[in-house]
Every structure is written in structure tokens, then in C-alpha cells.
């Protein structure tokens, strides 16, 4: 039972005894008869003073009134309608969305003297006193009505385990009842209670009544109790039960409802409920596994104890607040949600027992409510201020409680996805223990409620949340979908759940984005346990000292090879001294910054150690980049010596910068040292400033210090070995970070670096690559034709996301031993975060942890650690971290932040834009850019999600999903796609993968549009360019498409269909049903006039995946041949011949057969 309910159970025992209260402004006045109230009763009274207010302030503003009483419909032989609750459930039940998801069952365990007679007499009484439990459900003319039976008799089976061992009948016992749970119940013939006595031993026995939902709710299983109890007792003394007459039944109220629920009475109701559900959000909380196209039901449970101390402390603060303990409890939980999901606007679904009039507080039935509690949480408000948010919400909420929920939803028509409950899908719930497990009293037996063992259960939603008080502690349990999320998150959540409560209570005035949702320990973990990467490297040394000390151990090992040229370590280091003494001939300094724009050549390598050896930064420039960018590269830099070739020059802007041509400046070093330069450059002075995409459109330049790439090469001597790195493949421009592991990791181990125009060159390289480190799409593309070397040990993985499905594939290359992936953004030395990728996992690759001397945090939007497995920013601090971005101050304070989790020094973090969560073994998942998420039709998605399912598609290459607007303004998925098949102009791909997806991911995530392409257009740094995708041709979708009339003969049946069920004129072949003003009733008589034509079995559900015409007649053209596929190969070929062409004829003979009606 809810709050609510315990309220109006405790105004009802007041009622009972002449105690009248009533509200005067926000004052409460009572008047009782002399000795009535009880200095207990008063006592209770003032302590649920804030609950009383709360329920009469929302009872005077309902809308019911006691001029309108229900009244005992004629039994005229007509069956009544349902009620709309009744109407939802029937309605999932026909779309087989549930088989027994709504059993309510009710277990006693009966030790004593049992009766059996007298026990099923006292059922069957029950049963005959309440039409609603011998009522089955069927369809008139297209609508479902109760068919209620005159009689019912309810056999009472007996199961006897009397004789097996103690072990064996709890074993046996435990099976049984988990059966009887799941055993579905056929509404159109069944009755909806079921019953069963199981015999333990000659004194006890465990009775089993199942209920469905739709004639029974959480008030009702007190009801039958209670008047089990009267009936069994009175039946044993050979007396009438003492139970006065139902004034009405259950098919009164819906009559009643039907006809109350009309004109100005819902029109002021849907008003408020159309305000404040305006633009609802759904709520998304983090899961662990994706969800289902279609809702699941499997559930699973975690106990809730909330002690003592802390309940008292609550009680207080609720009653300081003039509250009710269901606001402050649900307060408390949005704060959770809204912390867990990132999200402001919570909207979570609290039932209401919905008995407020008397002649149906006796009835067995199903007339609970669900309420909509929708509170804005925005401003960083202080929890006083959201507990009054909350109150005027729960307050507004009774006030408007009349109209059911499943009429809501009928009228405001959310967007249509099967794969969750709409409005909410979070349930809240405070309910008290008395009412859960009524005390039940029979005559010579002891009777207690049966605990079946085992966490797994039925569930309705996400999460549930019920909790009722017990004595001094509150206790509860959380109960969640197991198909979404694993037992230790929701545990985890909990635990926060309770942290928060104990904040809260202690300071309700602090923000609450800074209410401590985690425990020292778990901060601890967080913080500072998963960032332990402290190691020492030689941070006195510069970049190019390491490659110096590589010279003096290996001076006639080869360095660096390109195509047919190679140079020794020692050739390699004479000739980068001799140019670099001329650079400081040119003023290059300790801060200079020395341009180079060369194409990829031996020089190349030559001129960056060069500028580093003269103490400049060197300042990479593509020779393929447009003159504009090259010059504003130039311009910005700075850049006071440029480092070119010949070939370069006359591709080059006008610029003030000195040539050096390294091609031709032969002469002019001749007589130069070819000795190590002399140098006042620092760890502290600039290695390089690599200029990187802006979102102004402006590339910035990201500004690295010498100590970082010099801690970068240490950390990488210590992961891969000298084997590892005897030969590794450059093919990433210098203007990409990737390339200062290609080049300068290797050369500081004494390995080769083997030079390359890119990944695909790797055909016509004779040496033997030992590894590979490049993006995913470049990897990927050799792999296909089978182009890695068999020398190739490692491949590293960077830049893009991937699929385990590339990692899989890589490691069937016997030779190939570790693929890794390396996560980075240039603003952070090159790679930030790592991870070895296991060879036959079958789960999706993470980023891993930090590399050695790097911290991660992953913050909120207000700077605060969120709990493991909960989605937030990555931070990044530590020793690879930049300087900034040249001559950016405003950008670099906005990016670059005072890290306020190192109180040691003044350390900064960079902001990275990325979404992460960590995961409960201390890796990290990548989920996606931030400014990637989008919102569809209300729903918040993450693109990179829906790209990994497109990935899994055997003949997709690459994907890429963005969001773009569409002609009506709002906003739509477009999906492109490179193929694995030759052609591209197979355009049959493209329904294979709609279909595919449709498989794995809800509606709303499906890409309105899908573009095939030959090849993705790529940034010079090789990655996708985003920008420069073609935008698709207008693709129908919905009513934001010109009408397309019905073309086959198919289509022009169901368009015939539609216009009969939707009473419109026309409909075209893309225009969706619900958008037309289709509901779920409506979907009932679409699917009861196909059912009159089509021979076979149309599932409901199929009008909800298929809502245009075009889509569905696709379904059936499909599902006849299917059929015709099936008879062709059950051995039975001849008989099936005929039915083969039937088919067709069946269908004209129903449809003519329907015309003559």
C-alpha cells in the first residue's frame, strides 16, 4: 500500500469512529464525539499531521464529486466495457508483450488444523461475492468488453509432498510455486484467480492464489485476506460471514468512469497533465546491457534496510519541513536519478490505491492509479527547495489524480516505442508493511506468509522502488529489469541511495550537486586508488636526449628507412646536428617555434630532430592542406624558420617566415658540426605545437612541453618490448600525435623507423614490420585484403572507436599477438589511456586506464566524481598534459582547469568533451563525444551507440550516424555506410540492415535515412570528416512527407483499412498511424479486420514495429512467403502445393466475403 493509501486507511478508521477532519487555509481542525480520540489516536494524528494535510488539501481540490455517485448498472444482458486500466493490460496481453508479467500471487503458509472444505467454500464465496474474479475478457465488434459469468466454481487442487524429505519438499515445493507464478492466464477464458493447496505434512500446508492485475491490485490483496478470514471462520460455526453487501461491482465503476471521464471534467484534468508533461524527457539512467527492441519483464530484486538512526533522522527532517515521508523519501530518489542520468527534469510513476469514495473501498479489483510525478531540478537547487518542488508536485498530482493513467496516455500520445513503458520508467512507491503482509487470523491454525527463496521476479519497469516503514528502520527493495542492468550496479545505486539520505538530513540546505552520493572508500577507489601511476622517468631530459643516448648504444643500427634510403642512428644524428647548427645560426631558440612542411621522407625525420637538437618546437604543416589553412597556421605559429623541400615551395602561402630547404642545403651545412648542439632548452620548453581542428573552425595549436613526450616514450619502453619495436611502421602525418609514438618512442628504443605515404603503402615495404600503430579504418582496410605482414607482432588501435568484432578478426593472424587500443586527444601527450584487448572476449573494447604518471577523473557538469558505471566527463591530468593552445589565454583557462583533487601542487585538468563511464573493474568505457548526443523525438541518444550495432552488420565496412535537421525542423538519424561488397549500388543492403537493427535497438534509435558510400571523405589527420558527408535525399518519415498514394495491391488494402479504423480520407504509404491519431484500441480493430482477410497469424506487436503502410506490407509480403517457404520444406510438398497458390485466393474470398457483409 502507498502513502496515499495509508493515509486514507487511517482517515478511514477515523471516519469509522465520528472523527471529522477538515482543512481551514493550511491549518488542520478536527471534531470527534467525547472519548473517541484517544490520546493515541491524537498522538498519531499530530505525527502524520503534514500526510492528513496533504491527502484532504488534494480531496478537496479532486475533481470527483459526491454528486456523481456510482451506481449499479442494468444487467441487461449488454457487457460492460472495461475500465481504462483494465483496457491497457488487456491490450499488452493481446500484443503478448506479457504472458504472466501481471500475476499477482498471494502465498500463506497454514500450520495446524486445516479444513479443507470449509477453505475452498470460503474461496468460491469470494468469488461469487466479486463479479470482477469469474469475469473473462473478450471482443465485441472490435472492442473488448467483461463477460461476466452468472457462477464460478473454483476447484481447490491438492499436491501432496507429505512423503518426500525435508530437502526434497522445499526443492520440489519451490518449483511448483515458481511454476504456478508463471503460468499465464487466457482472459478470454479464464477466470482471473487461480488456487492451489500444497500438504507438507498432515498439519501443514501452503496456499497459492494467483490473481491477474486486471481484476485485482495491492488494495485488493487485503481485501480477499480479510474476508477469507471472516468467511473460513463463520463457514467452520455453520454461520453467515459477517461481511455487509457490495453496493456495486467492479463493471459499475467502469461504467461509471467511462461516462464521468467526459467533456469539461477530463478537458480540466488533461489540461494540467498536458502542461506539465509538456516536452517529457525520458529518463536515462545508465544500464549495463542495451536495451530491447521490445520491453522484457525479467526482473530480479535487492533488499533495502535504511536503520534506525538514520530513519529517525529523516522522520525529523520531514516533519521540520511539513512534509509527508513519501515526499522526502522521493525527493531524496530524484536527486539520485537526476545525479545518475545527468539529467534535470525527473519524472518517476508512484501508484495511488484510487479508493477515495466509499462504496469501492470493499471491492476486489483493479483500480490503482499511477501518478506522474514530473519535477524540474534545474538550478542546483538546495534539497529543502527540491522537497518543496517535489510537494507542490505530489500535491498538484492528487489534485489531478481522477484521470487514469492509460486515458493520459491515450491523450497526449508519447512518442510510440515498444521498447519501454511510456510517460516513466521509474516506479516509487511507499508503502506500509501491514498492508503488504496483512495479519490474517484462522480458526485453530497459525497462518504466516511464505517467503519464496530466490531474487528473481517479475518486473513493469527499469526500477522499482518500494519502501515502508518498520518500527524505527525503513526497509524495502529495489526491483530492476535484469535484461538492463546487473545486480552490482543496482546494489551500488542503493548504497547511494542511502548516502544521500544521510546527507541530506545532516545539511538540506547545501546544492545538491555537492550531496555526497559516495563513501570515502569508494572516492578513495576512485580518486586515488585507480590513479596510482606515479613512475619515475628522467624528467630532467629533452625529447631529443633520449634519441642522443640511443646513438651512443647503437651508433650502426639503422634508424630509419624510406623505400630504398636508410640511415644509421649515427648517420641519422650527424646529419639532424649539422642542420640544426644552422638553425641556431638563424636565432632558433629555447620557445621558437621552426615551421616544417615537407613530404614524407627520410629529411623529414631529419628536420624535426634538428629543430629539436637547436632547442626549438617544431610546428608540423601538411604539404596536402589548402593554402588557406597552411597560412593560418604560419600566421598564428608565428613560425619564424620553415623547414620545406623544392618540390613544397611553390604550393606554399605568402609568409614572413626563412626557407630552409632540406633537400638543397647541402652547401650551406657542409662545414657544420656534426657534433650535439649546445642548447638552453629545458623539460620545461616547448617539444612542439600541433595544430588541431577548432570548433570555430579555426585550428588551434596544441602546445607540448618537452618532459611530457620524454615521460610518454618512458612509459612505452616499459609496455612493449625491443622485439616489439624493432620495426615499426610511420604512416601518420606529423600534423597527427599518433606520429610522436611512430617516431620518437622508436628511435628512443634503438628501433627502425619504417617511414611510409600511408598505412596502405605497407604493400610495397620489403622490410619486416614488427608493429602497427594507426586508426582503426586504416587497419581494418589492410586486414581486408589481407595486406599485415606476417612479421607484424602489435598493432595498436587509435583515434576512432571500434568493434571487437576488427579486434577478433586481427588476432586470427597467427602471427599477430597483442592488439591494443590507445586513447588520447592531442591535447594530452599523444595516448592518455591503454589496454591489451583479449584475444576471444566476446564484449566490446574499453579505453582502459591511464597510462604511467596520469590521472582521470570522470566529473559531472558540476565538477563532482560520479559513481562507478555512471556516465560523465573525462578529466585528464598528469605529466602529458599541454601547456595550452598557443596564443589562445580565453581557451586554454576554459579547457585547461585547476585540478582540485591534488591538493600536493598546482596541477591542471584538461576538459576533454568525451563521455565515459568507469566500469566496477576500473576500465574505462568510451561512450561518445558529448556534443554527440542528440535528442530524437524526445529521446536522448548516443550516437556512437547506434553506430556499434550498424558495425555488427557482416557486410557493413564503416559506419558514421549523425543527427540532421529535417524539413519540419526537428531532427533525424542518417546512417552512412561504406560496404564490404564490391558494389555500392546493391541498394537491397539497406533494407537488411533496417531489418538487422530492428532486431537490436528501439524504434527511435533506428536511422531514418542510410547512405551507401564508396569511401568515407577523411580529415587530413585520416579520420571521417563529419562535415563533409552528402546530405541524404528526402526520406519519407511520417507526416513530414508528401503523400505517396497506395501502389501495390497490398498497400491499397491496408490504406483502405486505415481510412475504415482511422475515419480519415486518405492515407498515404510513409504516413504513420499513431501521427494519423491511432491508439491502441484503434491498433485492436486494424488487427480484427486483417484477421478477417489474411489466413495467417498477424501479431499485434507487428502494427506497433510496422506503423506505415509501407513498412507493414512488406511484413505480409514477407510472412507469405515465409509461410510458402515453410510448407515447401516439411516433407509435405505435394499438399502443400495447393495451399501455396490458395493463399492469394483465401485472401480475395475473405475480402469479398467481407464487401458482401
Known amino acids: 500500500m502507498t502513502q496515499m493509501e495509508m493515509i486514507e486507511e487511517f482517515l478511514f478508521e477515523l471516519r469509522n469512529q465520528d472523527i471529522q477532519l477538515w482543512v481551514e487555509g493550511d491549518r488542520l481542525h478536527y471534531s470527534a464525539p467525547e472519548g473517541k480520540l484517544t ?19 488534494s480531496a478537496k481540490q479532486s475533481v470527483y464529486s459526491q454528486q456523481s455517485q456510482i451506481k ?9 466495457p472495461l475500465s481504462y486500466a483494465q483496457q491497457r493490460l488487456w491490450f499488452i496481453e493481446k500484443m503478448a508483450l506479457s504472458s504472466n508479467t501481471y500475476n499477482l500471487p498471494l502465498t500463506l503458509h497454514l500450520v495446524g488444523k486445516l479444513d479443507y472444505l470449509a477453505l475452498e467454500k470460503s474461496l468460491n464465496q469470494i468469488i461469487a461475492r466479486h463479479e470482477t474474479l469469474r469475469t473473462t475478457f473478450s471482443e465485441i465488434n472490435g472492442t473488448p468488453a467483461q463477460i461476466i459469468k452468472p457462477s464460478f466454481e473454483l476447484q481447490l487442487p491438492i499436491i501432496d509432498l507429505s512423503g518426500l524429505t525435508s530437502s526434497e519438499q522445499t526443492t520440489k515445493l519451490q518449483q511448483l510455486l515458481q511454476t504456478e507464478n508463471e503460468l499465464s492466464f487466457n482472459l478470454e477464458v479464464d477466470t482471473p484467480i487461480r488456487a492451489r493447496l500444497y500438504q507438507l505434512g498432515t498439519t501443514e500446508h501452503i496456499l497459492q492464489i494467483t490473481l491477474h492485475h486486471i481484476a485485482s491490485d495491492g488494495w485488493s490483496l487485503t481485501v480477499l485476506p480479510k474476508e477469507l478470514s471472516a468467511i473460513y471462520t463463520a463457514t467452520l460455526e455453520d454461520q453467515p460471514p459477517p461481511l455487509p453487501s457490495l453496493p456495486i461491482q467492479y463493471a459499475d465503476f467502469a461504467v461509471w468512469q467511462r461516462n464521468y471521464l467526459q467533456g469539461e471534467t477530463l478537458e480540466t484534468q488533461l489540461s494540467y497533465w498536458k502542461q506539465k508533461l509538456q516536452n517529457l524527457p525520458q529518463l536515462q539512467l545508465p544500464i549495463d546491457h542495451p536495451r530491447p527492441p521490445v520491453q522484457t519483464f ?3 530484486g535487492i533488499p533495502i534496510n ?9 522522520k525529523q527532517l520531514t516533519q521540520k519541513q511539513g512534509t509527508t515521508l513519501f515526499m522526502t523519501l522521493l525527493a531524496a530518489f530524484k536527486v539520485l536519478l537526476s545525479r545518475y542520468s545527468g539529467q534535470e527534469g525527473i519524472a518517476v510513476g508512484s501508484p495511488i490505491a484510487n479508493r477515495n469514495r466509499r462504496e469501492i473501498e470493499g471491492l476486489i479489483g483493479f483500480f490503482v492509479n499511477s501518478l506522474v510525478m514530473h519535477t524540474d531540478l534545474g538550478g542546483d537547487p538546495s534539497f529543502t527547495e527540491v522537497l518543496n518542488r517535489v510537494k507542490q508536485t505530489a500535491l498538484e498530482a492528487y489534485s489531478h489524480q481522477d484521470i ?4 493520459l496516455v491515450e491523450e497526449l500520445q508519447p512518442e510510440r516505442t515498444l521498447s519501454q513503458n511510456p510517460l516513466f520508467q521509474v516506479m516509487f512507491a511507499v508503502q506500509q508493511e501491514e498492508i503488504l503482509k496483512p ?18 521476479m517479475t518486473v513493469r519497469f527499469d526500477l522499482e522502488l518500494h519502501l515502508w516503514p518498520v518500527g524505527e528502520e525503513i526497509k524495502g527493495f529495489c526491483a530492476y529489469n535484469r535484461d538492463l542492468f546487473e545486480a552490482e550496479t543496482i546494489s551500488r545505486m542503493m548504497s547511494h541511495y542511502e548516502n544521500l539520505l544521510s546527507a541530506v538530513v545532516e545539511t538540506p540546505e547545501e546544492p545538491i550537486s555537492k550531496l555526497p552520493l559516495m563513501k570515502e572508500a569508494e572516492l578513495e577507489k576512485i580518486l586515488l586508488e585507480w590513479n596510482k601511476t606515479k613512475t619515475d622517468y628522467p624528467d630532467h631530459k629533452c625529447l631529443h636526449d633520449l634519441f642522443e643516448e640511443q646513438v651512443e648504444k647503437t651508433p650502426d643500427a639503422i634508424a630509419v628507412v624510406f623505400e630504398e634510403q636508410k640511415l644509421t642512428y649515427s648517420e641519422l644524428n650527424s646529419k639532424a646536428n649539422q642542420i640544426a647548427h644552422y638553425l641556431q645560426k638563424l636565432g632558433v631558440a629555447p620557445e621558437s617555434l621552426v615551421g616544417i612542411c615537407i613530404e614524407r621522407s627520410i629529411e623529414m625525420v631529419v628536420g624535426l630532430l634538428a629543430i629539436l637538437k637547436a632547442g626549438g618546437a617544431y610546428v608540423p604543416l601538411d604539404p596536402s592542406y589548402p593554402s588557406a589553412r597552411l597560412a593560418y597556421t604560419l600566421d598564428d605559429a608565428e613560425v619564424s624558420v620553415l623547414l620545406t623541400s623544392e618540390s613544397v615551395l611553390d604550393s606554399l602561402p605568402e609568409h614572413q617566415a626563412k626557407i630552409v630547404c632540406l633537400d638543397t642545403i647541402g652547401e650551406a651545412i657542409t662545414n657544420n658540426s656534426i657534433d650535439n648542439p649546445a642548447s638552453q632548452v629545458t623539460p620545461e620548453n616547448l617539444a612542439y605545437v600541433i595544430y588541431t581542428s577548432g570548433s570555430t573552425g579555426k585550428p588551434k595549436g596544441v602546445a607540448i612541453e618537452h618532459h611530457s613526450p620524454v615521460a610518454f616514450c618512458y612509459w612505452a619502453s616499459q609496455v612493449f618490448t625491443f622485439k616489439e619495436l624493432a620495426a615499426v611502421l610511420a604512416s601518420t602525418s606529423i600534423c597527427f600525435d599518433l606520429s610522436v609514438f611512430e617516431i620518437f618512442v622508436t628511435l628512443s628504443q634503438g628501433g627502425q623507423v619504417i617511414l611510409a605515404q600511408n598505412a596502405l603503402s605497407i604493400l610495397n615495404i620489403k622490410s619486416e614490420i614488427t608493429l602497427i600503430n594507426t586508426v582503426p579504418s586504416a587497419i581494418r582496410e589492410l586486414s581486408n585484403i589481407n595486406a599485415i605482414p606476417d612479421s607484424v607482432k602489435v598493432i595498436n588501435l587509435a583515434g576512432e572507436p571500434f568493434s571487437n568484432q576488427l579486434v577478433q578478426t586481427l588476432y586470427q593472424q597467427e602471427n599477430i599477438q597483442s592488439v591494443y587500443n590507445l586513447y588520447g586527444p592531442s591535447e594530452y601527450t599523444t595516448y592518455t589511456t591503454f589496454t591489451l584487448l583479449n584475444q576471444g572476449t566476446t564484449t566490446e573494447p574499453t579505453i582502459g586506464r591511464p597510462i604511467a604518471n596520469t590521472q582521470v577523473y570522470i566529473l559531472d557538469s558540476h565538477l563532482e566524481p560520479v559513481p562507478i558505471g555512471v556516465a560523465g566527463e573525462l578529466y585528464i591530468g598528469g605529466d602529458g598534459l599541454a601547456r595550452g593552445y598557443h596564443n589562445r589565454p580565453e581557451l586554454t583557462a576554459e579547457k585547461f582547469i585547476p585540478n582540485s583533487f591534488d591538493n600536493s601542487k598546482s596541477t591542471r585538468l584538461y576538459k576533454t568533451g568525451d563521455l565515459v563511464r568507469y566500469l566496477s573493474d576500473g576500465n574505462i568505457e568510451f561512450i561518445g563525444r558529448i556534443d554527440h548526443q542528440v535528442k530524437i523525438r524526445g529521446f536522448r541518444i548516443e550516437i556512437g551507440e547506434i553506430e556499434a550495432f550498424v558495425s555488427q552488420y557482416p557486410d557493413v565496412k564503416e559506419n558514421v550516424v549523425i543527427a540532421q535537421s529535417d524539413p519540419t525542423g526537428g531532427k533525424r538519424l542518417v546512417a552512412y555506410i561504406t560496404s564490404k561488397q564490391e558494389s555500392t549500388q546493391d541498394t537491397s543492403l539497406i533494407p537488411q540492415i533496417r531489418q538487422f537493427l530492428k532486431q537490436k535497438l528501439p524504434e527511435y534509435m533506428i536511422p531514418a535515412a542510410f547512405v551507401l558510400l564508396d569511401a568515407f571523405p577523411l580529415t587530413p589527420n585520416g579520420k571521417i570528416d563529419r562535415r563533409a558527408l552528402p546530405v541524404p535525399d528526402t526520406v519519407p518519415s511520417g507526416l513530414s512527407t508528401a503523400y505517396l498514394m497506395p501502389q501495390t495491391e497490398t498497400e491499397q488494402l491496408l490504406a483502405k483499412i486505415w481510412q475504415e479504423v482511422l475515419q480519415v480520407e486518405k492515407v498515404g504509404i510513409y504516413d504513420n498511424f499513431f501521427e494519423l491519431g491511432g491508439h491502441s484500441l484503434l491498433i485492436i480493430k486494424v488487427h480484427k479486420k486483417l484477421q478477417e482477410i489474411y489466413p495467417q497469424n498477424i501479431s499485434v506487436l507487428k502494427l506497433f514495429q510496422y506503423p506505415n503502410i509501407s513498412e507493414f506490407s512488406k511484413y505480409l509480403i514477407d510472412l507469405e512467403r515465409q509461410e510458402v517457404t515453410d510448407s515447401l520444406t516439411t516433407g509435405q510438398a505435394k499438399a502443400r502445393t495447393d495451399r501455396k497458390t490458395s493463399i492469394k485466393q483465401q485472401r480475395l474470398q475473405r475480402q469479398q466475403n467481407r464487401r458482401n457483409k
Open 39 to 57: 490520546p493515541t489516536l491524537l498522538d498519531q494524528l499530530r505525527e502524520r499531521k503534514g500526510e492528513v494535510l496533504s491527502f484532504l488539501y
Open 72 to 80: 449499479p448498472i442494468e444487467r441487461n444482458g449488454n457487457p460492460p
Open 298 to 300: 525479467n526482473g530480479a
Open 306 to 314: 535504511i536503520p534506525a538512526a538514520l530513519t529517525s533522522k529523516v
Open 404 to 407: 487514469p493513467f492509460e486515458k
Open 439 to 456: 495479519s490474517l487470523s484462522l480458526p485453530n491454525l497459525e497462518v504466516g506468509w511464505y517467503e519464496e527463496t530466490g531474487a528473481e
